[in-house]
C-alpha cells in the first residue's frame, strides 16, 4: 500500500505532498524518539504526537517515507520546512494514536 492510499484511506491531512508512491512496509506508533530510532524499520509509516523537527530527524535517519501525527496535532514550521528538505510526508489525524493504529493494521495486514 503506498502513502497516498493511507491517506485517502484513513481520511488523513496531508501537510505537503512528498513520497506519496512510496509503499509502506508497516508502522510504527511511538512517542520516544530513542524507541523509535532503536525499533523502527524502513518503510513504515511512523504515528506520534510528537511535532518538533527532531520527528523528521528521525524518520529520515530511519528511511520513514511518512509521519501521521495524531489528535490534529500542529507540527513546528521547523519540522515542516525540515519535512520538505528531506521528502517526508506529514500527515495529520483526527483520532488518537490507538484508533490510527488499529486502522491501519486492519489496512495492512
Given at each position: 500500500?503506498?502513502?497516498?492510499?493511507?491517506?485517502?484511506?484513513?481520511?488523513?491531512?496531508?501537510?505537503?505532498?512528498?513520497?506519496?508512491?512510496?509503499?509502506?512496509?508497516?508502522?510504527?506508533?511511538?512517542?520516544?524518539?530513542?524507541?523509535?530510532?532503536?525499533?523502527?524499520?524502513?518503510?513504515?509509516?511512523?504515528?506520534?504526537?510528537?511535532?518538533?523537527?527532531?520527528?523528521?530527524?528521525?524518520?529520515?535517519?530511519?528511511?520513514?517515507?511518512?509521519?501521521?501525527?495524531?489528535?490534529?496535532?500542529?507540527p513546528d514550521d521547523d519540522m515542516l520546512e525540515h519535512a520538505k528538505d528531506e521528502d517526508i510526508c506529514i500527515l495529520v489525524s483526527k483520532d488518537a494514536t490507538f484508533q490510527v493504529c488499529g486502522r491501519?493494521?486492519?489496512?495492512?495486514?
Amino acid at each position: 500500500m503506498t502513502v497516498k492510499e493511507i491517506i485517502e484511506k484513513l481520511d488523513l491531512k496531508c501537510l505537503n505532498e512528498a513520497n506519496l508512491d512510496a509503499e509502506v512496509a508497516g508502522a510504527y506508533a511511538s512517542d520516544l524518539l530513542s524507541d523509535v530510532m532503536g525499533n523502527a524499520r524502513s518503510g513504515q509509516v511512523w504515528i506520534t504526537m510528537q511535532t518538533h523537527k527532531n520527528v523528521t530527524a528521525i524518520a529520515s535517519l530511519k528511511d520513514i517515507p511518512a509521519v501521521i501525527i495524531v489528535r490534529d496535532g500542529v507540527p513546528d514550521d521547523d519540522m515542516l520546512e525540515h519535512a520538505k528538505d528531506e521528502d517526508i510526508c506529514i500527515l495529520v489525524s483526527k483520532d488518537a494514536t490507538f484508533q490510527v493504529c488499529g486502522r491501519l493494521y486492519e489496512l495492512l495486514k
